[in-house]
């Protein structure tokens, strides 16, 4: 994984230096979150994957990127209110296609738009993404395995015959993997943040961590 410079929005300045760059790592870190939020509108794989390259497309525009300012919104909401403005256009155009079938399809068999989930949903999956992030940072973490193991259902009297460790181990291990989690999942906010408005970002996305 790419390391972004102190703010994504410091490499959105620096757009015209070196744009396939930018637009790369901006996809590959965020387009998880993206595409997770689309399909759980419940619009298939091949369309998820439509609507997300749309909207990381949008977001590498020249004129996007150099009007982007981090004053008015964290990029979260920035990349948020983008992908709700592509659900809403494809959702739009096969509301449109529908009507224009209304001859061919019984009307009960149309399809009608649902409502896009509240910005809690997607914060959860931004979180999510980020913690996985932190997780692959620290794969090389010991006290990392402790956790995964927990993660995937163990007891902690397993996971310590599991490691050849005492239980009061694991719990030290669990532990001090979360708070190295946690720390890591701070420093990637302020990458794509900076220090305005880290404070207000972090404590939005406390809840969830």
């Given amino acids: 994984m790419a390391d972004f410079p102190s703010s994504i929005w410091t490499r959105i300045i620096q757009f015209k230096k070196d744009p396939e760059q930018v637009k790369d790592q901006i996809v590959r870190r965020y387009q998880r979150p993206v595409y997770e939020f ?11 994957e439509d609507l997300v390259q749309e909207v990381f497309a949008r977001i590498a525009r020249d ?14 909401s920035l ?7 592509v659900i809403a ?8 296609a529908q009507r224009d079938r209304r001859k061919e399809v019984p009307i009960e068999d149309l399809e009608i738009p649902g409502e896009v989930p509240p910005d809690g949903h997607f914060d ?17 973490d010991p006290a990392l395995r402790a956790l995964r ?29 979360k708070q190295r989690i946690r720390v890591e999942v701070e420093g990637m906010i302020r990458e794509y ?14 809840q969830y961590l």
């Fill in 149 to 177: 193991l927990q993660l995937e259902g163990k007891s902690y009297q397993e996971i310590a015959r599991s490691l050849g460790k005492r239980e009061t181990d694991v719990t030290n291990f669990i532990y001090r993997a």
């Fill in 38 to 48: 689309v399909r759980a509108q419940g619009l298939a794989h091949e369309d998820a």
């Fill in 79 to 85: 990349l948020l209110a983008v992908t709700r403005h």
């Fill in 89 to 96: 256009s494809f959702r739009r155009y096969e509301l449109a």
């Fill in 193 to 206: 943040c900076g220090e305005a408005g880290v404070e207000d970002e972090i404590a939005s996305l406390l």
């Fill in 63 to 76: 004129e996007f990127l150099e009007k982007a300012d981090r004053r008015k919104g964290r990029f979260r």
């Fill in 124 to 140: 959860r999956l931004w979180v999510k993404n980020l913690i996985q992030g932190a997780m692959e940072r620290l794969k090389d």
